[in-house]
């Protein structure tokens, strides 16, 4: 959550590799960023703030080819395309920060119909008898909100092992450039410093 000063606002921010930094921002079809991938949870819901670390590892398609498809793997490679993508070393936006989903969980949401009345025997087939009960109450809301992921979206941004789920992205008119930390981070910013674009 964002907390206010006389004179600063306190913000929440999350340092991320580019491409992804810049892709939760891209407004092409197919292309934003829905979910951020690590191996720990917060508490934290609301506004996060993203800032592109100063990393720049752009794999070969070589590289990606090891571990993904041949569609997946262009897709990661055409991530750089977007200029927000480029930027490093800068809080660069925020997104609203509305759950988080372990990978199986959210990858069985997923092959849920956003109407479904119940859990569908492809999902069920994977889900132990005692994880069933309750289980289509707590994801079918993520499922609808959801709506419009498609396969080569979901293969390109999920990985897990927790999935980060977020939207309402808003660019940063100019980058705060700063170095970045690990985990969740806390930054003092000048209230014209957040103007979006």
Same mark, same amino acid.
């Given at each position: 959550?964002?907390?206010? +000063?006389?004179?600063? +606002?306190? %913000?929440?921010? $999350?340092?991320?590799? #580019? ?8 407004? =092409? &079809?197919? /292309? /934003?960023? *829905? ?19 100063? $990393?720049?590892?752009? &794999?070969?398609?070589?590289? $990606?080819?090891?571990? *993904? +498809? &041949?569609?997946?793997?262009a897709? @990661? ?10 930027? +490093? ?20 949401? %997923? ?6 009345r ?6 069920k /087939?994977?889900?132990?008898?005692s ?6 109450? =707590?994801?079918? &809301?993520?499922? #609808? =909100?959801?709506?419009? @992921? ?6 390109? *941004? ?5 999935c ?5 992205s808003?660019?940063? =008119? ?13 930054? #003092? ?9």
């Amino acid at each position: 959550m964002t907390t206010a +000063t006389a004179q600063q +606002t306190e %913000l929440r921010v $999350l340092s991320v590799r #580019q491409p992804h930094a810049g892709s939760f921002f891209d407004a =092409r &079809p197919g /292309r /934003r960023k *829905f979910v951020e991938n690590r191996t720990w949870q917060t508490p934290h819901r609301g506004q996060l703030w993203i800032h592109s670390s100063s $990393l720049d590892r752009r &794999p070969t398609m070589a590289q $990606l080819d090891e571990q *993904f +498809t &041949p569609d997946v793997s262009a897709g @990661i490679l055409q991530l750089w395309d977007d200029p927000a993508s480029r930027v +490093t070393g800068a809080i660069i936006g925020c997104v609203d920060l509305w759950d988080i989903v372990d990978f199986d969980n959210l990858e069985l949401a %997923l092959m849920l119909a956003p109407n479904a009345r119940a859990i569908p025997k492809e999902v069920k /087939r994977c889900l132990r008898p005692s994880e069933q009960d309750g289980w289509l109450e =707590r994801h079918l &809301p993520i499922r #609808q =909100r959801l709506d419009g @992921i498609d396969e080569l979206q979901a293969g390109v *941004f999920m990985s897990g092992p927790f999935c980060w789920l977020v939207d309402n992205s808003r660019l940063l =008119r100019k980058p705060i450039p700063t170095n970045g930390k690990l985990n969740l981070w806390k930054f #003092q910013a000048d209230p014209d410093m957040l103007e979006f674009a």
